[in-house]
């Protein structure tokens, strides 16, 4: 984010300016998606390692970069590779990973679900031959049907450090949605507040039917669960404070001031200074901007990192997600 974003929150109204600026003008919003999915090896079924070199997810990039169309992203300067990017016509097309290694494609906006459809396919097609060569399958699939916790890695980025520390405070399956699940996330575009609360709505209230045509996850450590969808009962339990249905937002008076009142309220995890990440598990953004933490006030890159960490079935940032 821009110096402009390091600026201290003077007052509430500052909060709603991030919302405002993902404002597009009519007949130019755009769509992308986020597509995550588990690496497993043909031969055994074994989740793909980290740091295993040839074939493991760092070989993995190594491999990709070499075609010299890639660019890699870094934790933190001199740290671990997380995601790998490039420049598509349209936007950035980027290569990131989940807690557990899951790999994401978080495409470029598209104009269609056409040039979604396309972007995936090149996707795929990008990363066959090294996959092949490493006798890899890609599994899109809600929930991992195979692995037990012991067999997963951990991808070593700060805030998966401080989550992992953090969610069996606030749920039981908090571990498993980190290292577990997997999701196709779509992202929409809005040209003004009355039309992001329409399409919000609408998203919250097609949720629960999504989840249930879309359902895909029955299976996890190789047996039967008795559930059509593994990954929905993971995310019931995984944080009591952000995740759901959000109520306040359903009806047709909500405004970005009631989801930021909400959001206002939920515990952090953490926030970024001079590039460092400072855990901050528990304090409410408002208490933070109130009282600040250990010397720090709340700054407006720390709430749009704040409303990155919060999981409600439709999220609100420059785009509806």
């Not at 040839?54 to 934790?75: H, K, M, N, S, Y």
């Not at 470029?108 to 396919?121: F, I, K, M, N, R």
């Not at 003004?192 to 609360?197: K, L, V």
Request: net charge negative.
């Amino acid at each position: 984010m821009g110096s402009t974003e390091a600026r201290p929150i003077r007052r509430f109204d500052d909060l709603l300016e991030y919302f405002h600026s993902g404002h597009k003008g009519d007949g130019v919003e755009l769509l992308g998606t986020e597509s995550e999915k588990f690496g497993v090896q043909t031969k055994n079924g074994k989740p793909v390692s980290y740091d295993g070199r040839t074939c493991g997810i760092l070989g993995f990039f190594e491999r990709l970069l070499e075609t010299g169309e890639w660019a890699p992203v870094l934790d933190y300067p001199g740290g671990p590779i997380i995601a790998l990017e490039r420049d598509r016509p349209i936007g950035k097309e980027q290569i990131s990973l989940e807690p557990g290694a899951q790999l994401e494609l978080s495409g470029a906006p598209q104009e269609t679900v056409h040039g979604v459809a396309d972007e995936l396919a090149a996707h795929l097609e990008a990363i066959r031959p090294v996959s092949e060569s490493c006798g890899v399958r890609w599994l899109s699939a809600g929930y991992h049907p195979l692995a037990t916790p012991d067999r997963l890695p951990w991808v070593p980025k700060k805030r998966y450090e401080i989550m992992r520390e953090y969610f069996p405070s606030v749920g039981t399956r908090g571990l498993d949605m980190m290292r577990r699940t997997a999701t196709v996330q779509v992202n929409f575009d809005f040209s003004s507040e009355e039309d992001a609360m329409r399409k919000l709505r609408v998203g919250l209230k097609a949720s629960p039917a999504a989840a249930a045509i879309f359902a895909n996850s029955p299976f996890a450590e190789g047996a039967v669960t008795g559930r059509k969808s593994e990954r929905t009962e993971v995310w019931l339990h995984t944080d009591r404070n952000r995740t759901g249905l959000l109520p306040m937002m359903l009806g047709p008076g909500a405004s970005y001031r009631d989801y930021a009142t909400w959001a206002l309220d939920i515990p952090m995890y953490f926030f970024k200074r001079g590039g460092e990440i400072v855990a901050n598990t528990g304090q409410p953004f408002r208490a933070f901007m109130e009282d600040g933490f250990e010397g720090h006030h709340a700054e407006m890159d720390g709430w749009i990192l704040h409303l990155n960490t919060l999981f409600p079935e439709v999220r609100l940032q420059r785009a509806l997600e």
